[in-house]
């Protein structure tokens, strides 16, 4: 998970993405080409103002104007951030899509690139192509999430409420933050269909400024699919700053110490 969340850059300030999806691009023969698209989920707020009427995020300005970049296996070290050999920076993003359901506090988007196929990285001092390493990286948490979901589905191993938040808090080097989300303040807001629905995750793994975006992970969450909208990942959005959600969460849960929430996001019931 840590190798497809990267540090995300714009004019606005910086935040934390997750690679959701790889799709190589095919020439005109059908054949897959020289370019490849890069499918990254955040928080739409890293872009964005609330309207006070509504609670609903839009854009502050062109979304041309954010200059977003998005630099991976920024993990070490804050010089590590200038060496674009060991992290590439990946720039001429476009808004892909974005949460427009009324209603609802939309505060999750998708946004994507192009990189050439031949690409390549240093690690550990040896050149290694980019979009293969990815795949890679992105087959094998998808199967790993798999094998953790049977596991607990099949009581194999207990989750014990866990919750990762993997993300670059105050723009720093990647951090794991490790607590337990909250299932009876779980938020199940609207049903899409019969088969799925919309939620929202409470936890107290601890977070910072810069964690928005962050992939949160939970072992046993039934996600299916890895398509940029449904079945995608749920993103950190926030502390939770109403003192009536606090209230309430400290009544069920008397020992919390922190409260974060996730974005809204579709899973398999």
Known sequence: MGKLTGFMVTTKGWDTCFLQKIRRLKNAVGESGDRAVLTFTTVYHAFGVKDSLNGIFKLAREWKEYETEVILFYDENVEDFYMENKCPHLKDFRLLDRDKEEGIENDWCAIECEVNCDSVYKTNGVKTNLVNALEHYLEDYKRKQKEIYESIKNITISNDNLVVIIGHPHG???QVSVGRHYPLLKDEPKKVRSSQLWCRYYYDAPTCRGNSGSP?????QPIAGF????GHQ???K????SRIRCARAK???PDIKCLGMSSIGVELC
């Open 172 to 174: 720093r080097p990647k």
């Open 216 to 220: 949160v992970f939970i072992p046993g």
């Open 227 to 230: 398509g940029y909208w449904f």
């Open 234 to 236: 749920h993103n950190h």
């Open 238 to 241: 926030r502390d939770v700053t």
């Open 251 to 253: 009544r069920i849960y």
